[in-house]
């Protein structure tokens, strides 16, 4: 209907900066991760991205109803940064995002045995670097969740193209789409870019890229 709002229910504290909105085709309020952020939701919400060689987990708790996803771009960061917010820094990076997706998780209740976890993205994508930073993101994820105890429920990794990810944390449903080459050039570029200036301008503390 033309002229019809929607109100987007306050994001839970720490959340707040990451871009939302009301999706139409969808019908749902609708959060959209950029790399390097992490959101949370208790409400029936859609977090959605578009990953590279980058990884998302898909994280929730079916018991409290509460779930979030994470973007990560690399797998490890050293030093002593607080993760108790998200600042699009150290989240960036696998280490951080895992531990802060999860905590938050499990501050509204429950155990690390209660979680679903659904992993995504990890595509050989950049070519024109020597390293598969998917491939390492994908092997980063994996043994994390193995020394921290929690089976993965489901996964879409690896491979040569890129994904558009629609997930619902209040359901644990996820909606995985394949890039078209037009769509994955622009992902590619991003993240070539982006990967630049990590290496350019690392952040708190020594960084373990692999």
Wanted: charge should be neutral; proline fraction near 3%; glycine fraction near 10%.
């Amino acid at each position: 209907m033309i002229g019809l709002t929607h109100d987007i229910a306050p994001a839970l504290e720490g959340f707040e900066g990451v871009k939302r909105y009301w999706d139409d085709f969808m019908e749902i309020t609708s959060a959209k991760l950029m790399p390097g952020e992490v959101y949370v939701s208790r409400k029936d919400e859609m977090i959605t991205t578009v990953l590279g060689s980058c990884i998302s987990a898909c994280i929730r708790n079916p018991k409290t109803n509460v779930g979030g996803m994470n973007h990560f771009m690399l797998p490890q960061m050293g030093g002593s940064k607080s993760i108790s917010t998200v600042d699009g820094t150290a989240t960036r990076y696998g280490n951080w995002a895992m531990e802060l997706l999860i905590n938050e998780i499990l501050k509204y209740g429950g155990n690390k045995s209660d979680l679903e976890v659904k992993l995504f993205g990890g595509g050989k994508v950049l070519d024109n670097i020597s390293m598969d930073v998917g491939k390492h993101n994908i092997d980063f994820v994996f043994n994390f969740l193995d020394q921290e105890g929690i089976a993965v429920a489901a996964y879409d990794v690896g491979d040569r193209f890129s994904r558009k990810l629609l997930y619902f944390p209040h359901t644990g449903k996820v909606k995985v789409r394949k890039l078209k080459s037009t769509n994955q050039s622009v992902v590619v570029r991003r993240e070539a870019a982006y990967l630049a200036d990590i290496r350019k301008t690392p952040r708190d503390g020594d960084i373990d890229l692999f």
